[in-house]
């Protein structure tokens, strides 16, 4: 059994917290530099070039990449043979996460009944996933999901007689309609299977792989492969002003379904595609 303090988790909470808001992943900018490469619209090199500025801008100053700090999603890996000590695993994360936000002067987007719309002034509560594992492992990564990218987010039941067509015809009809308003170049994360819930936890999930990292399984990885080409030839290019650049990377998993269904949703990352992974 190791023991875990909750001091330590709230500590590396707000470290990370505030590095993806103020860093790209340094994966997300080689995928700038090899987009410049292919890049054929002349506005849509500038708008890279300005993206890459614009992040190195933010790490010099340490200010946000964007004025929209998203809200905080946290994906949780607890072995059997990790004891928390010290208070709450759940609230440690909440607290870290209004440590960083408040210490790295992040804008607070997340209101506390999403009807009466009152700002809950901290940046809490995050959104937390957890999954129990083997072992004395502990890991947490954290997402900061702009609302930009998150509100083209689509799930559609389709039947099983629509198989992978239906599938490729559904992703790409979702990356056309939201256009410009996700912030591209963009990261597409596509969950199909399982139930309508769990298509869009492994969407989301999909999207903290290493950019550019396919999936295990062949038939997956040409899946992605296809989409990722058919979405930049759709013209919507960086920004949303034209070219060849719509999307870095597109990221799907899969889960066992049902005889009667095959449920498939999207989730799309901006272009800053912030997360990163702590290991305690």
């Given at each position: ?149 998150e509100n083209m987010s689509r799930s559609k039941m389709l039947k099983p007689s629509d198989g992978i067509e239906g599938v490729k015809a559904f992703v790409i009809e979702t990356v056309e309609q939201a256009g410009s308003n996700p ?98």
């Open positions: 059994m190791r023991s875990i303090n909750v001091i330590d988790i709230t500590q590396k909470v707000k470290d990370v917290c505030i590095t993806i808001n103020y860093e790209i992943d340094p994966l997300v900018r080689a995928a700038f530099e090899s987009a410049k490469i292919v890049e054929a619209s002349k506005i849509g090199l500038n708008i890279i070039d300005d993206l890459i500025e614009n992040s190195e801008i933010a790490k010099s100053y340490k200010a946000p990449i964007c004025q929209d700090t998203g809200m905080i999603v946290a994906f949780v890996k607890l072995g059997q043979e990790v004891h928390i000590e010290g208070g709450s695993l759940e609230k440690a994360i909440h607290q870290g996460i209004r440590e960083g936000y408040d210490e790295g002067y992040l804008r607070k987007s997340v209101v506390s009944d999403p009807l009466l719309r009152s700002n809950s002034g901290d940046n809490t509560p995050g959104v937390i996933y957890y999954e129990i594992a083997e072992g004395d492992v502990f890991e947490i990564e954290l997402a900061a999901k702009g609302f930009g990218s912030c591209p170049p963009i990261v597409v994360g596509v969950g199909i299977g399982g139930t309508l819930d769990k298509a869009a936890y492994i969407a989301k999930k999909a999207l903290l792989r290493p950019l550019g990292s396919h999936h295990k399984d062949e038939h997956i990885e040409q899946l992605e492969l296809e989409l990722l080409d058919k979405i930049n030839k759709l013209g919507i290019g960086p920004q949303g002003l034209g070219g060849t650049t719509t999307a870095l990377a597109v990221h799907a998993d899969t889960f066992p379904t049902h005889i009667a269904g095959l449920p498939v949703v999207v989730n799309i990352n901006c272009h800053a595609s912030r997360h990163q992974k702590v290991v305690l």
